[in-house]
């Protein structure tokens, strides 16, 4: 398969986030018949991170993650682009980066590695386990892909993913006094959270709160006794202060489950690429045993996420160019230090 070719297979074989399986099965097939040595690490009973290398001394690891988010969206394409869901977040980038990879075996560069991860799009589980395993000692730089556009990102906002639960009191709805509505001190609640002023840096830029989520109540004729709500919070600073904005904002009328954090991440500048810092979160805080972490990818994240998500496939081309000199760079520094 081209490059193209193979990048519609992966957006053909659905993998939303915790049915990641098949994707994986075909990658470890694939990868053994251009011959990759490949693992499959167990993360849950339908995720597997896919993990390969040529010799004993991988030094840089290609990384990306292979779940996507829903609904599935099959492949398509036109003279320009590639459609479908994962074309840029981030089946591209996985079929990018082994083209680059096969084109360094090609120069007779082999201490490379491919590390594909599942549940990116959730809380990172395949991340934090491939944290554990052993051959990311070996590791010296790890360059994630994730859609940047084609630029070195040199820094990422952080990640905190929280619920905000409330209790009530059911009643029936003609008599709205013998009880007490969660929905409404949720509301309240949302409404003081909306008034933060959340803090800034001067690197990574705003920090940023989406309420995603909003459940609650049994009926229309029934006094809510629960609601909840889910944030998706942008850091650009530690997670403690801005838990403890929001712990006052809530002044005891709730509850707060953090589901994830991530903090923002300064990586490193490599001469020779556009530079720019990214608004979105990686598997990147996750893998801290796996060296210096380097993020750059094909595709726009405005494009990610979206019912017509895709990826130019010039920049899928360009991609596999600035991967293979970015390792080669990379390889050259390192012996001269």
Known sequence: MNLFELTKTLINIPSISEDEQAVGFFLRDYLESLGWTVE???VSENQNNVIAYLNDTPRVFFSTHIDTVPPFIEAGEDEEKI?????CDAKGLVASQIFAAEELRKQNINDIGLLFTVDEEQGSSGARMANKHSIAAKCEYLINGE???NDLAVGSKGSLRLMVRTKGTAAHSAYPEMGESAIEKLLDILQDVRQIEF????FFGETTNNIGLINGGL???VIAPNAEAGLHIRLTTDDKPILEI???AIDGRGEIEILSVALPVKMLTV?????KVVRFTTDIPHLSNWGTPLLLGAGSILAAHTKDEFVPKKELQEAVGLYVNLVKKLLADASEI
């Open 40 to 42: 499959l690490q167990p």
């Open 83 to 87: 459609y479908g869901r994962g074309a």
């Open 147 to 149: 859609p940047t556009d």
């Open 199 to 202: 803090p800034n840096d001067d």
């Open 219 to 221: 009926k229309t004729n």
């Open 246 to 248: 929001l712990e006052k």
């Open 271 to 275: 001469e020779g690429f556009r530079q």
